[in-house]
């Protein structure tokens, strides 16, 4: 996924590693539009391609890094940081996600705040490195 996979990502400091591990992926999903198209719209899959928008938005529901960003510090987030640009990216998904609703995949890309999401994403994919 363009070079959204660089630089590592740093488990240090974390209880859950794999979880971390797991978000982390989910990001790089949010983060490229590249693979939104190719994965999320034309259903090209390749080895790994298993996500769509509904399950990353719920996989990032479910693990509480979106809902409770701060109190996850320690457990899959090392600092503040960390929980900062995961709370900015609730933010904005939230709100696209209130406006939308349970529009088509197609929709959310569409959007006109689709491009603040995925920005939002890399700034937290860039923080967990």
Do not use: K
Request: glycine content about 6%.
């Amino acid at each position: 996924m363009e070079d959204l996979e660089q630089p590592a990502m740093s488990c240090d400091g974390v209880e859950f590693p794999d979880a971390r591990l797991r978000i982390a992926s989910m990001l790089r999903s949010l983060a490229s539009p590249e693979h939104q198209r190719r994965v999320w719209l034309a259903e090209v899959r390749g080895p790994g391609d298993v996500d769509d928008l509904t399950m990353v938005v719920n996989f990032l529901d479910d693990t509480r890094v979106l809902g409770d960003p701060e109190g996850l510090v320690g457990e899959v987030l090392r600092n503040g940081s960390e929980a900062r640009a995961m709370r900015e990216l609730s933010d904005v998904l939230y709100a696209l996600i209130d406006d939308l609703g349970e529009a088509p995949d197609s929709a959310y890309l569409a959007s006109r705040c689709w491009p603040s999401v995925v920005e939002a994403a890399r700034r937290a994919l860039r923080s967990m490195a």
